[in-house]
């Protein structure tokens, strides 16, 4: 039935445009370090409570400061663009604290795993010591939602208003962080250091700023994904970012690693493979993102988009 | 002496090699002494102090994702404490609280920290995952479970010491269904979501079905979600596709909320009942003024009438900014207030004096299932294998107020159910 | 203060820190570990509940799970290696997460493992926590043994060959795909037997023991400890399973400081705990 189709097609879209964003911040820094960020699921965390408190939201009774709040709200898009800043600004303590050292010492890349694994872990407990575990729904008023129809019927199949909201910021993020990388002189910077570090540093460029740049960059799209999604669901503890953390990691090696529109072709791609699953298999849903994963690791690592990476003698 | 291979003893190698076997004789020496330092000077076996007040031990989910629960039974506790010390009673109880994570290996550590301590019961744990591991233990040990909130199948009969009073999901779940049939008795075409990585809600899914197979109808479509999922495009728009005119969801307070806010976004205008992981006043932060006219069937109403109810909705209210006191919390205050009782009665008639703390622990467990209890649960009573028997049940809907941020589960029917109903 | 119960949990921690620094002793980062731990107790859990409910079984049935489990996880670990192993560095890392991940749900969803519930009732060889101390504490011991030979062994030699060269250990004639899966598949066996202890004394298996958070933690373990020598994974395993029950008292700050110790640990002994200068210096002490 192109209902069906049509209603698979949006359902994918939807999901997989979170799953981009998420790729996204992951990719920013392995194409510029080459490992993994593993705080990157708390950052999601964190721009989703920034987002709350900054739209007037106020603490609950099981955070360390009940009741506690802005005084004022401030317009969705506003909140947004801060919430991602505050994120983006964490993001960079996380590189001086769990990355810089390790850099510093020439010690193997992977421990860096470790201490950002560590790093994010510190983060959702403080976040959970701050804010209590409860659930926050985003202030309605100030969201400015409440106008717009609660669904959208394209075409026989139906999808939330606030999920279109949410793809329609996604991909101007995504489009806006494409164009920046590809036109402006500290986007061809970072692209430089992604391909060749030695090279980028003798031709004068400052590697350390454009690592810099990209925990900033990856931070604040961080932020303004769990922004969004808390928009769309709620916040329900500070856990949540972990598992979209986790599920970026399986887009990140489907789009190819290091690749900007690797990451949004993955996310789109595993979310079309997710909403194509019957419900009968449902709670297999999980086994195929990391079935994807595994699978592309050891057929093709590089993935969709990704370069070969040469392995030099 | 030369070592294989001609080296000399100085050599980096066989020093360190020497190094690793020393420090694993160290290693092993420490084990050992730890071993030796933490066997069990297991608490049982001496005699009370007729002076000391017993200690009751609470194994609850402070941290964790289970922690919301837990946070309700802490408050629960704290409460009936407060309450119950505050009247004259012949024998002092003192409260230690132990984390119990979300997990099981920690509950058992809880558990396991408490019995050491010398407790004389253990209320807790707050999962019914964990019950199945760590009440074993508190089994073999001869301490009393009081489970405030394990409603899973199967709980008491891990053993003699183990009841609870919360009541088993089988007694609760047919309720809602029936009262949503009452309304709309023209209801065909169900469909039933449930979360499939909880021992509970898959439980739980499966009495719910069991009611609906027996008032004859087959659901149209189940959905099987995780309880860390929280967009549910894609099983909302497969199962509205079938157009049910009734879902019922099995599944926690986050998950659980997020679907019915969804289903009511993407236009699903029927009847929503859901099960005992919903029953907490925590769903509406996340559904906001689309959880109203939800059904759910309850073992507590906060509309009781009785003193001890009064006194429980008064002391909550005062503790948390005016707010309506929820199941759980509830449950936990039955849970101490039951322990409370118990100790008092039996330290009245002397049945306390010049016994060890293990004999200590059957008297009490023996008058614990034979007293009857005014709690703000109803009156309730035991069932001599540990279950409760709880003669009175409702059924609430959620009506949400103007600014869709604050609730309440609005009492719509009471149900006297006949006891010894399994 | 440290209860026999805390101690078995230590040990099984031990356990698991080697069976993870078994392919990094060979220069492979692999997180598989908690799949084979997971595999192995899931057989236990199901094996031992078959004939009903029981709440006793005897040492010889554990061992001859340990047994099973072994063969299994082996078998497991030679099919899923080859592959595998041919990857690098942070691919490998992703790899084998995703294999623990798609275990996990696969012992979700298949019918007789229990679902979400799991299985419970699983009968005990001991009674009280020190017969698991004795046991596990002897497994480890036995473990230590054959670690500590390994190191001086071919097989030792050639995987510290490997970590530091791959390409120069392959050039002198040394069987690295060979030695790498002997690795891979001795890490799973280890993985596989500690779970199977592990399901018993917890009296219950679900589909969450063999979860990524297990992978980290254990890595925890070895990165910490050091990754140099065997001893490293067991100290990190002890000290960072006792870590969280020892901060108790602190309450809602432990994870907190857990954390914290696995952010700073390798910024401050990026080698771990047990490195090799430091075991020389030992080995050279005279009293």
Redesign the interface.
């Known amino acids: 039935m192109i ?2 189709l049509l ?1 698979t097609l949006l ?1 994918g879209a ?2 997989g445009g ?1 799953y981009a964003l998420v790729a996204l911040g992951y990719t920013l820094i392995f194409s510029v370090l ?3 960020n593993f705080a990157q699921g708390a950052l999601f965390s964190l721009g989703g409570y920034l987002t709350y408190l900054l739209l007037g939201g106020k603490i609950g ?2 955070g360390a400061l009940p ?1 506690w709040g802005l005084p004022i709200g401030l317009p969705l898009w506003l909140a947004l663009l801060l919430a991602a800043l505050g994120s983006g600004a964490v993001g960079l303590l996380v590189e001086r ?2 990355f810089a ?2 850099r510093r ?1 020439g ?2 890349p ?6 950002s ?10 976040l ?2 701050l804010m ?6 985003f202030p ?1 008023a100030a969201a400015g939602l409440a106008k717009l129809p ?2 959208l019927l394209l075409g026989g ?7 279109v909201l949410l793809l329609a910021i996604s991909a101007l993020a995504v489009a806006s962080l494409s164009l920046w990388l590809e036109r402006s002189r500290s986007g061809k910077a970072m692209r430089a250091v992604a391909e060749d570090p030695t090279t980028a540093t003798l031709l004068g460029i400052n590697s350390v700023a454009v690592v810099r740049l990209a925990f900033l960059l990856s931070g604040m799209l961080a932020g303004l994904g769990g922004g969004l ?1 808390g928009m ?3 916040l ?2 500070p ?2 970012g972990i ?1 979209y953390g ?1 599920k970026g ?2 887009v990140l ?1 489907l789009g190819g ?1 290091g690749s900007v529109p690797g990451a949004i072709v993955g996310g789109l791609v595993m979310g079309l493979a ?2 194509l ?1 019957p ?2 298999a ?6 195929l ?3 994807i ?2 699978a592309v ?2 057929l093709r ?1 590089s993935g969709l988009l990704g370069r070969r990476q040469l392995e030099k ?1 | 002496m030369l070592r294989s291979g001609g080296l000399s003893p100085t050599d980096p190698l066989v020093a360190r090699r020497r190094g690793s076997a020393r420090l694993a004789a160290a290693v092993a020496g420490a084990l050992a002494l730890l071993a030796f330092l933490g066997r069990s000077s297991d608490p049982a076996a001496q005699r009370l102090n007729p002076e000391a007040p017993l200690t009751l031990g609470a194994a609850l989910a402070l941290t964790g994702n289970a922690n919301l629960y837990g946070q309700d039974q802490r408050m629960g506790i704290g409460l009936a404490q407060g309450w119950l010390q505050g009247q004259p009673h012949p024998r002092r109880v003192a409260l230690q609280r132990e984390d119990g994570a979300s997990d099981e290996p920690s509950a058992i550590a809880a558990f396991n920290l408490l019995i050491r301590r010398g407790v004389i019961a253990l209320i807790g744990p707050t999962l019914s995952q964990q019950a199945f591991a760590a009440d074993p233990i508190a089994q073999r040990q001869g301490v009393p479970v009081v489970a405030p909130s394990n409603t899973a199948k199967g709980i008491p009969q891990i053993g003699s010491f183990i009841s609870r009073v919360s009541a088993q999901s089988s007694v609760i779940a047919p309720l809602s269904i029936d009262e949503a049939l009452r309304r709309e008795p023209a209801t065909r075409r169900v469909a039933v979501f449930f979360a499939q990585d909880d021992a509970y809600s898959t439980a739980e899914t499966a009495i719910f079905q069991k009611v609906l197979a027996a008032r004859g109808l087959k659901p149209v479509s189940i959905q099987r979600t995780q309880l860390a999922d929280n967009d549910f495009q894609n099983p909302i728009t497969a199962a509205l596709q079938q157009r049910p005119q009734l879902v019922v969801i099995s599944a926690q307070a986050v998950d659980g909320g997020n679907l019915i806010r969804q289903l009511r976004e993407l236009g699903y205008r029927g009847q929503i009942v859901v099960g005992n992981g919903l029953n907490t006043p925590n769903i509406y932060p996340i559904c906001q003024r689309w959880c109203n006219g939800v059904l759910i069937a309850q073992a507590y109403s906060p509309e009781l009438n009785t003193p001890v109810n009064l006194a429980f909705r008064r002391l909550f209210a005062e503790a948390n900014q005016g707010r309506t006191p929820g199941q759980i919390a509830a449950q936990a205050w039955t849970a101490y207030q039951v322990v409370f009782e118990a100790i008092q009665r039996v330290q009245k008639r002397g049945g306390f004096e010049g016994l060890t703390l293990g004999e200590a622990r059957q008297q009490l467990m023996k008058e614990l299932l034979s007293g009857r209890y005014d709690t703000p649960l109803g009156p309730i009573r035991f069932r001599p294998d540990g279950e409760v028997v709880q003669g009175r049940f409702y059924v609430a809907e959620v009506r949400m107020d103007a600014t869709g941020r604050n609730g309440r589960f609005n009492l719509v029917r009471e149900q006297e159910l006949p006891e010894g109903t399994p | 203060m440290i209860d026999n119960g805390l101690l078995v949990q230590m040990i099984l921690g031990a356990l698991l820190g080697l069976s993870v620094y078994l392919p990094m002793a060979a220069g492979q980062l692999s997180l598989a570990t908690p799949a084979f731990y997971a595999v192995g107790g899931t057989l236990a859990a199901l094996l031992s509940t078959q004939g009903g409910a029981q709440s006793a079984i005897s040492l010889w049935s554990v061992l001859g799970e340990m047994l099973l489990a072994a063969g299994l996880t082996a078998g497991l670990a030679l099919l899923v290696g080859l592959p595998v192993l041919r990857l690098r560095g942070i691919y490998l890392a992703i790899a084998t997460i995703a294999l623990v991940e798609i275990v996990r749900v696969a012992i979700l969803n298949l019918p007789f493992t229990g679902g979400a519930a799991g299985i419970f009732g699983i009968p005990q060889p001991f009674q009280q926590p020190f017969g698991y101390v004795l046991f596990s504490g002897g497994v480890l011991a036995v473990c230590g043994w054959l670690f500590q030979r390994l190191e001086a062994s071919r097989l030792g030699r050639s995987m510290a060959a490997i970590r530091d060269d791959e390409l120069a250990s392959r050039c002198m004639g040394i069987h690295t795909t060979r030695v790498k899966l002997t690795a891979f598949v001795a890490s799973a066996v280890l993985a596989g037997i500690t779970g199977v202890i592990a399901a018993h004394y917890l009296n219950t298996w679900n589909a969450r023991q063999g979860s990524f958070d297990v992978a980290i933690t254990t890595l925890a373990f070895v990165i910490l400890g050091g990754s140099r020598n065997w001893l490293g994974p067991v100290i990190g395993g002890l000290l960072l399973t006792a870590l969280p029950e020892l901060l108790r008292p602190v309450g809602d700050l432990r994870l907190v400081l857990f954390g914290l110790v696995i952010l700073l640990g390798p910024v401050f002994f990026p080698q771990g705990l047990i490195t090799p200068a430091l075991l020389e210096r030992l080995g050279r002490w005279k009293p």
């Open positions: 209902d069906t209603q359902n939807a999901s979170v080459g490992v993994i009774v099981n009741g604290v769990a050292p390790l010492r010690a193997e992977l421990l860096s795993l470790i201490t694994l560590g790093a994010g872990v510190v983060l959702v407990n403080l959970q010591l209590g575990a409860e659930g926050y729904a309605q609660e669904s199949a139906r999808i939330r208003t606030i999920q999604i769309s669901v709620s329900a503890g856990y949540f598992s986790l990691l399986a090696v690693l997710e909403a699953i419900s009968e449902s709670g297999w849903r999980d086994a993102a990391f079935a994963l595994f690791l050891v690592p003698v």
